[in-house]
């Protein structure tokens, strides 16, 4: 619920953000400049307030003017006409991806990792999808669902999860699947420790950043826990930057490593419990 509800916020923000954008635009047209077109959320326990600059008709609810310099004004409305929160689909990105048994639709949602376009290091591990285990297949860090999806139209007996920490990167995936005809569980949750036990195989283009930050927790978290969540023999596959010393860490914590590819500066690693 608490993850729905994050969801429902972000998609009312984003219809905010367009609603505010849509009276930039038409003050601009006009020659309006005398509206502030800026705003600043805030939460505490009288509610959220929104400093914003309103459009012709007050069309967020009563302003108050609190200060002016510099050739700026700054407005504050508490938000009395909340617009309306667009379907998910229309702030969507669609783009194919070709692969050899067809071209795949993803369908990609403002601020999910490579937001519109085919990241690199996941184009080349769609090019290493051979020989995967048969059964219960993760996909860790999904993002909008491209090698689940992947997997999943090439593999169709496999059972395909897809986890992602991001509620707009599981609505991405379930968009994707859905686009594409297919069948997969979606899950939000935070790291490896929300993926189901049992697994066959695990892959994964994973995160090192948290926003602009830079953060390998979620990632070396993945590699010491890989293990606990898979069966004997089962696998786990990953693409990452060359220079991110995986490696030795996947030894310690699940057994030998090979590099599997290699290319454009990133190396796909292979390993499996014994």
């Known amino acids: 619920m608490v993850l729905q509800s994050k969801l429902d916020t972000l998609t009312k923000c984003n219809a905010l953000r367009m609603q505010t954008n849509s009276s930039i635009r038409n003050s601009n047209k006009t020659?309006?400049?005398?509206?502030?077109?800026?705003?600043?959320?805030?939460?505490?326990?009288?509610?959220k307030q929104i400093?914003?600059?309103?459009?012709?008709?007050?069309?967020?609810?009563?302003?108050?003017?609190?200060?002016?310099?510099?050739?700026?004004?700054?407005?504050l409305a508490t938000v009395a006409n909340t617009p309306a929160a667009p379907e998910l689909a229309s702030l969507a990105q669609v783009f194919e991806v070709p692969l050899a048994d067809g071209p795949l639709k993803v369908v990609s949602?403002?601020?999910?990792?490579?937001?519109?376009?085919?990241?690199?290091?996941?184009?080349?591990?769609?090019?290493?999808?051979?020989?995967?285990?048969s059964g219960h297949l993760l996909d860790f860090g999904c993002g909008a669902g491209v090698l689940g999806a992947a997997v999943k139209r090439r593999y169709p007996h496999n059972t395909v999860t897809l986890l992602d920490v991001d509620a707009f990167a599981t609505a991405s995936s379930r968009l994707t699947l859905e686009a594409n005809g297919l069948e997969g569980e979606v899950l939000t949750g935070d790291g490896i420790d929300a993926a189901p036990m049992g697994l066959d195989a695990i892959l994964s283009n994973p995160p090192f950043h948290v926003g602009v930050h830079t953060d390998y927790f979620a990632t070396e978290n993945l590699l010491r826990k890989a293990r606990q969540h898979l069966k004997n023999g089962g696998e786990l596959r990953l693409v990452a930057n060359s220079f991110l010393k995986y490696q030795p860490l996947i030894e310690e914590h699940l057994g030998v490593c090979a590099v599997k590819a290699e290319g454009q500066g990133f190396r796909i690693y292979r390993a499996k419990r014994g």
């Open 31 to 47: 020659n309006d400049h005398s509206q502030v077109k800026h705003y600043v959320e805030k939460s505490g326990q009288h509610g």
């Open 109 to 133: 949602l403002p601020g999910v990792f490579s937001h519109g376009r085919l990241d690199r290091g996941t184009a080349l591990l769609l090019e290493h999808l051979d020989k995967l285990p």
């Open 51 to 75: 400093t914003v600059g309103l459009g012709p008709g007050n069309a967020f609810g009563k302003p108050r003017k609190l200060d002016n310099a510099r050739h700026c004004q700054l407005w």
